[in-house]
């Protein structure tokens, strides 16, 4: 983490409002399964039922489908564990040692033979576990700050994906708490080391931050407030995060605002990203004009009989600059929008950033089709241009957005882009657009069109979807119609 943003978390205070939408599955979920068990009780599905009807009107359809989902493993996870909650007092940070330590704590409860159990839960299906979920940094520091209610009694951790339907536990001993607290207490040190000197760094950092006032990576920063909106006091964009804007409202919402899981796979194809993966790190590791370091790439990424891979390199190696000074790979840059009521930071990842001949070269690398003749009409590109402009005039370069088609059937590359001066005021005001469009929008629908909709990750979960399915989430085998 940028180390100026690490001390602002540290120090709190005054920030932009950034309201964390994780928590609303998450506080709905608990609310449903600690009412469950206010008593001893193993729980059920009907149990569920007669909370989830109360919850109906809070939350969305698409967020009721992962609920559904979510209760009906947790019954076929714990269905034969009685069990009642206990309220430890974490729900509110834990004062120790002159700090304020926060984070989740989900379930703790008492079990039929009074033995204590914690139960974390996962509900956005983005985490592979390890097989012991105390690796799991979370679960240690809960584990810490059960200790005035655990006091030196066993503590049975429980990690579930609720989604995919993985579990994960085992019984922590007491002697086990001495091992766990000197992790933390290594952990606070670097932070306090961090931020002794809180330098700060402009990328992806930039995107969640609250606290870019009087930030010297962005100028003119300051904090917003819109305390009740859906949406951040400063709206983040991403290239990927407006062409969904573009492609349909709800969609959007849905995936970067409240980071719901997704209900189906993704239509695209992996190739892209793996070729990115081995060009990322024959970069930096080495040089893609040497044989020897491209062939040791491919065989440790189990490519080396791959030869589209090889072909698409050689094309690439080919027209790689060479002599240049690099100055990123797979590299995030971010820049800050100011304005009193559509404030925005706008981030960009930049496949390879090379300096040559008085250039600021951006390349972005592309394994599917040729969209436009100039680089210049494409929208992404436009953003990175952009983002990038202040990197160039801080180092007296030239800006140069290329498209480089990997692809041996494409025998040309779009013309590149070099935006002047107006060319960047004009982007400017097409983003600051967009951000309103955003901000003016009360009701987030979805666009219905079979062939959006056929493509889109929630396609099966989303009331306004053209081409309604089942999740491909994971079932209970026990499951019925009902």
Known sequence: MCARRLARAVEGGERSHDPVHRSRLRDAFLAAVRDVHAELAAPTLAA??????????????????????????????FGD???????????HATERRGLRIGGWVDLPV???????????FELWGRRVPPEDPLELDALRVAYLRLTPWLGDQPLRVVWADLVAGILRERVVEPGERADTTKWFDERVAVVVQRTGEPVARSGADCGGCGVVAACPEHHK??????RGDLLPG?????????DTWRRCPREWRNQHVLTIPASDTDPGGVHGQQLHDVLHMIHVEGSCHDPEHVDDVLVRRGFDTDDRIRDELGRHAARCPDPADTLGHEATRARFGPHPTTPFMATARIDALWVHDGILDARDFKTGQVWSDRVADDRQARLQAWVLAPVADARGLRLRIAFEHLAVEILDDPEPFEPDADDLLNIEGELRAEVAAIRSTAEFTGVADPEVCGRCRYRSICPDSATPGVPVWPTVESDDDE
Not at 81 to 91: I, S
């Open 48 to 77: 569920f039922a007669d909370v989830g009807a109360r919850l109906v009107p809070k939350v969305l359809p698409e967020e009721h489908a992962v609920l559904g989902q979510a209760a009906r493993w947790y019954v076929e996870m």
């Open 81 to 91: 564990r009685l069990a009642r909650w206990d309220d430890p007092g974490t729900d």
């Open 110 to 120: 008492r079990t039929a033979d009074d033995g204590y159990e914690l139960r974390q």
């Open 221 to 226: 920063g300051a904090h917003y407030g819109r």
């Open 234 to 242: 400063i709206l983040h964009v991403t290239p990927t995060s407006l």
